[in-house]
């Protein structure tokens, strides 16, 4: 069994989707670390999905609604939320979205309103979230976001989800600096890829793949359950004095020049 490091803390988990999620392997090695997890799924059509999977946690854990995007919907679970727990110490921003044609093409071909959506689902929602749960953590606490490596350079097809991801980096930095004297630190997780249903949709992900296994100085990306295990770290009192950062855990590609 692990340490359990996390023994009395109440986590709030943003996007399980399936048991391919990293979501989930952050969720599950937060709860083996001893956390108390409540979480989203983004609507009926993943109910029953992340009800199946959450029921592994015992049948008295909560999941509730929530599109990211509606700003009634984050009131709304925050509300639900604050009927379980007086008092939060974890969340996991795990949320993403581009339109599909905007995961193909040239970036220079990027609508507005796919510029609009990806930044309003991928970005602004960890600033909406951080929002309604800074007043719950009460004692201190750890926001954690996925990030990815287009953020800072250039990946073919990762298009305007680079520029969402810089988006949602520089938030970090922003929230860490707001909530810092609340003692909530606000980290990013850049995961090298990991073969899910969001990374799916960008054209060549395969491909993606097979570079950083040739390429990383670890020749491979990362397992889910490695970014469960830094996401335990960053959650726990190991994690106490980081803040505001982006912790790559990709194998080692991020350092490569060539
Ligand atoms: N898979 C990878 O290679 C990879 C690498 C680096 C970072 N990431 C990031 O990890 C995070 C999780 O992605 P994943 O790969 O586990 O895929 P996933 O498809 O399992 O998870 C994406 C989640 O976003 C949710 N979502 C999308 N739009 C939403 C909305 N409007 N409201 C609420 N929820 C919404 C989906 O329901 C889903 O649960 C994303 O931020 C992604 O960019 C993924």
Not at 120 to 141: F, H, K, Q
Not at 227 to 242: E, P, R, W
Not at 249 to 257: C, L, N, S, T, W
Request: charged share 20%.
């Amino acid at each position: 069994m692990q340490p359990q490091v996390l023994a009395g803390k109440v986590g709030v988990v943003f996007g399980v989707a399936n048991k391919r999620s990293i979501a989930w392997a952050i969720a599950q090695a937060w709860a083996a670390a001893g956390a108390r997890l409540v979480f989203n799924y983004q609507g009926e059509r993943l109910k029953e999905n992340v009800e199946e999977l959450v029921g592994e946690f015992g049948q008295s854990t909560a999941l509730y609604p929530c599109d990211v995007s509606s700003d009634s919907d984050i009131a709304a679970f925050f509300e639900k939320l604050r009927g379980e727990t007086d008092r939060l110490d974890l969340m996991l921003h795990s949320v993403a979205f581009a339109p599909k044609e905007a995961l193909e093409g040239d970036f220079v071909s990027t609508t507005r309103e796919a510029f609009r959506t990806a930044h309003d689902i991928s970005a602004y929602s960890l600033v909406a979230l951080a929002r309604e749960a800074a007043p719950l953590m009460t004692n201190g606490g750890s926001i954690l976001a996925m990030t990815y490596y287009g953020a800072e350079k250039v990946v073919p097809h990762y298009n305007v989800m680079g520029v969402a991801k810089a988006s949602l980096e520089a938030s970090t930095r922003y929230l860490a600096y707001d909530l810092g004297p609340k003692k909530i630190r606000v980290n990013c997780i850049s995961a090298g890829p990991v073969n899910t249903l969001a990374a799916r949709g960008i054209s060549g992900f395969m491909a993606m793949m097979k570079h950083y296994q040739e390429r990383a100085p670890l020749k491979r990306s990362c397992d889910p359950a490695e970014l469960g295990a830094t996401g335990v770290f960053l959650a726990s009192d190991g994690g106490a004095a980081i803040t505001g950062q982006v912790i790559y855990v990709d194998g080692g590609y991020q350092i490569m020049g060539m």
